[in-house]
């Protein structure tokens, strides 16, 4: 809220609060800032101090005025090293260059775009729980087992040891060992010769694009799907097709018309946990979809981030594949420590060189200090403990968000499991998610889980950080009047 007490005037408040999010891409280039008239009233200010704070935004080159149409933040392009204009990635759908022209346009006026989760993550749009989020609260996370095991590592013999040289290309082989016995818990056969250690789980997936992959090549991406993973192909240069995504699975018929018509080499699936819906991949399922990569020669990215909040019986293609066609993705950032950036892949054994290379090109080698702690958390049953303890933790707040979001007029599009909920509000949640921001809440609009994005009542939620009855009344408010 703007405070008439402070030091700042009303004016300045509110082009301050426009101009941190315009900077943190929280509002994205190209979006339209609600009209005078709906922002004096949100904020409870004159129309007249809503001018001179967008007339300051203009004077600041944030946003440009447009007659007749209101005031848009300015698009302003990446500059190179060398101070040209960097060309600015586009997504590209099967859909033809026309249309997705007029999806790139569409996806320009959304006032919440994915980096702007990613910038969340890092400037908080305030100190409540933010149900667009996807990790747990820090507080879920809080450990004394793994400052032990970091100072264990970090002793004056080991330093010694090992931090004063590049690790084992392939990543710590203790870890890499405890690896390949944590995946044959899921039914995942291999050996830590063909497992890699990463800088997360997103590096392991931007390893395999770049290794698999050149610009321009088509990649079968689900839909709904997590909105990183098309803004990361898309700055590749790839071209998506989408594959929409349903309880058992992929639209298998939409799949095979795209491999008859666009010979696309890779797929990209999260299957059990599905982001945002939370589905998970029936056996029926998985074995067409493996019958159709064999016929038709593309490769399968499985990406099992949600792994340690997942039941080990859930179907994984990984697992009835043997790596052959598939390549298995996962990391520990949702469980232990964002920060730690650790990831892995399992790999077919005739690809574990190519994706070896790319590491080394990418990041030469990847911290074995905390690989070493990881690992000594994993083998005295540290984590193993600790994801239990985050499980019953989740199914509870899972509970409680439920009965709000229902209680605020919300429905399930999907059977609530896992950490998010895919709901519809029943009203348009891009224009939703720019009056929540006002009130220090950023949500994550359905339209930034689609390829071709267009406005959606849907929206993801966290389960572990929506069991606030506050957000609900705030949400409630808000949709009556939108």
């Given at each position: 809220m703007l405070m008439k007490t402070s030091a700042q005037s009303l004016t300045d408040q509110l082009a301050a609060r426009f101009a941190e999010?315009?900077?943190?891409?929280?509002?994205?280039?190209?979006?339209?800032?609600?009209?005078?008239?709906?922002?004096?009233?949100?904020?409870g200010v004159s129309p007249s101090t809503v001018v001179a704070a967008y007339d300051q935004l203009l004077a600041q080159g944030l946003v440009e005025a447009r007659k007749n149409r209101g005031f848009f933040v300015r698009e302003m392009a990446p500059v190179r090293a060398h101070g040209a204009p960097a060309e600015v990635p586009r997504v590209t759908t099967a859909l033809g260059a026309g249309a997705a022209q007029s999806v790139a346009a569409r996806?320009?006026?959304?006032?919440?775009?994915?980096?702007?989760?990613?910038?969340?993550?890092?400037?908080?749009?305030?100190?409540?729980?933010?149900?667009?989020?996807?990790?747990?609260?820090?507080?879920?996370?809080?450990?004394?087992?793994?400052?032990?095991?970091?100072?264990?590592?970090?002793?004056?013999?080991?330093?010694?040891?090992?931090?004063?040289q590049y690790g084992e290309p392939l990543g710590d082989g203790s870890l890499r060992r405890l690896l390949a016995q944590k995946l044959a818990t899921l039914n995942i056969q291999t050996s830590a010769d063909h497992l890699i250690t990463t800088v997360g789980a997103t590096h392991a997936l931007d390893i395999v694009s770049r290794t698999l992959l050149r610009a321009g090549d088509p990649v079968m991406v689900e839909e709904p799907g997590w909105a990183v993973e098309f803004a990361r192909l898309a700055a590749l240069g790839m071209r998506i097709l989408p594959v929409p995504r349903g309880p058992d699975g992929p639209d298998?018929?939409?799949?095979?018309?795209?491999?008859?018509?666009?010979?696309?080499?890779?797929?990209?699936?999260?299957?059990?946990?599905?982001?945002?819906?939370?589905y998970c991949l029936s056996p029926g399922s998985a074995h067409r979809l493996l019958q159709l990569a064999?016929?038709?020669?593309?490769?399968?990215v499985e990406d099992d981030t949600y792994s340690h909040i997942a039941p080990e019986h859930a179907t994984r293609l990984t697992a009835l594949d043997g790596l052959q066609r598939t390549i298995y993705v996962s990391g520990f950032a949702k469980i232990l420590a964002p920060n730690w950036r650790i990831g892995y892949m399992a790999a077919p054994p005739h690809l574990v060189e190519a994706l070896l290379d790319t590491k080394l090109l990418t990041t030469l080698t990847t911290p074995a200090l905390l690989e070493k702690a990881l690992a000594l958390c994993i083998e005295q049953g540290q984590l193993r403990r600790h994801a239990e303890r985050i499980r019953t933790r989740l199914d509870a707040a899972r509970a409680r968000s439920v009965k709000l979001a229902l209680a605020a007029g919300c429905r399930f599009a999907a059977e609530p499991v896992g950490l998010f909920g895919w709901v519809d509000t029943g009203?348009?949640?891009?224009?939703?998610?720019?009056?929540?921001?006002?009130?220090?809440?950023?949500?994550?609009?359905?339209?930034?889980?689609?390829?071709?994005?267009?406005?959606?009542?849907?929206?993801?939620?966290?389960f572990a950080t929506t069991q606030d009855a506050a957000f609900w009344r705030v949400f409630t408010r808000l949709k009556a009047g939108a």
């Open positions: 999010r315009v900077r943190n891409r929280l509002l994205a280039p190209g979006a339209r800032l609600p009209s005078v008239r709906q922002c004096a009233q949100q904020h996806s320009s006026a959304l006032p919440v775009n994915a980096t702007a989760l990613i910038r969340g993550m890092f400037h908080k749009v305030s100190h409540k729980p933010q149900p667009g989020m996807g990790v747990f609260p820090p507080e879920w996370l809080e450990s004394t087992f793994m400052p032990a095991a970091v100072r264990k590592v970090t002793g004056t013999r080991a330093l010694q040891e090992f931090s004063l298998l018929e939409v799949m095979a018309r795209y491999c008859e018509a666009h010979q696309p080499k890779l797929y990209v699936s999260v299957s059990v946990f599905h982001n945002p819906t939370g064999n016929q038709h020669n593309f490769h399968i009203v348009d949640t891009d224009a939703l998610a720019q009056r929540m921001l006002d009130e220090g809440y950023l949500i994550a609009p359905g339209a930034l889980f689609h390829a071709a994005r267009a406005p959606s009542t849907l929206m993801r939620i966290n």
